[in-house]
């Protein structure tokens, strides 16, 4: 059974910047290949929302809050993906989520908690 790993969280001012990664263990290349991916988050009080997506093929879309701000990208060979974001702000904050979905899968990380102070 593969497991999501997510690191990098943590308490940044705003304006500063953070780079969460999701490490793929125990998943074979063609697996991690074949599957779409996306980074959550969920502030307390609030729902779940999707901030960025990333295809098997590459192609990337964001919610339109952290549009120009946050990259999503992945490295097939590390089996990870990653969330880059810039220019934090306060309502930022939330517990951030990788997810990985296939035909055969759907996994979610343990969730890391990002904090923005003011």
């Known amino acids: 059974q593969a497991q999501l790993v997510e690191s990098g969280g943590g308490l940044v001012q705003a304006g500063g910047s953070l780079r969460l990664s999701c490490r793929a263990s125990r998943m074979i290349l063609s697996v991690f290949w074949s599957n779409s991916m996306s980074w959550y988050r969920q502030a307390p009080g609030k729902q779940r929302e999707q901030v960025a997506h990333?295809?098997?093929?590459?192609?990337?879309n964001y919610a339109d809050s952290v549009k120009g701000r946050f990259t999503i990208s992945k490295d097939n060979g590390k089996r990870t993906m990653y969330l880059q974001m810039n220019s934090l702000k306060p309502d930022d904050t939330a517990v951030y989520y990788c997810n990985f979905v296939s035909d055969q899968n759907d996994y979610w990380g343990q969730g890391i908690q990002v904090t923005v102070s003011s």
């Open positions: 990333i295809t098997n093929d590459g192609n990337t």
